[in-house]
């Protein structure tokens, strides 16, 4: 392998090792592996609790222009949203076009209608 390419596997598997979610421990995992917030005024609440009573601040993170959240980062709660929309894709949950739209904004297809 060339030593200028990442294999990006490699990363998300040290981070894991670590505990950490993404590469900049923006999440880490708790004991029961669920993404928690590292930071912020959800800091050690789980990725899911705060999406299902602060969707807005999920969309807040991905609209971000500033540096304080990368676009690792941003793929990373991406792909936890998107993850956590398949899980309910099939109830009446309400949260889910809230969430398809924030998907929808950045890009992220599903297979929601």
């Not at 800091?43 to 999920?58: H, L, P």
């Not at 993170?61 to 099939?90: A, C, H, P, Q, W």
């Not at 949260?95 to 297979?111: A, Q, S």
Request: glycine share 6%; hydrophobic share 35%.
């Amino acid at each position: 392998m060339n030593k200028h390419n990442l294999d990006i596997n490699d990363v998300y598997k040290d981070c894991k090792r670590e505990g950490y979610v993404d590469f900049a421990g923006k999440l880490r995992y708790n004991d029961e592996q669920e993404a928690c917030f590292n930071f912020g005024k959800y800091k050690g609440q789980t990725f899911v609790s705060v999406i299902e009573k602060y969707t807005y601040y999920i969309d807040w993170m991905l609209i971000d222009k500033g540096n304080f959240f990368t676009s690792e980062f941003k793929l990373v709660v991406s792909r936890l949203l998107y993850n956590y929309m398949l899980t309910i894709e099939n109830t009446n949950n309400t949260l889910l076009h809230p969430i398809n739209d924030i998907l929808n904004r950045f890009g992220i297809k599903n297979t929601y209608g």
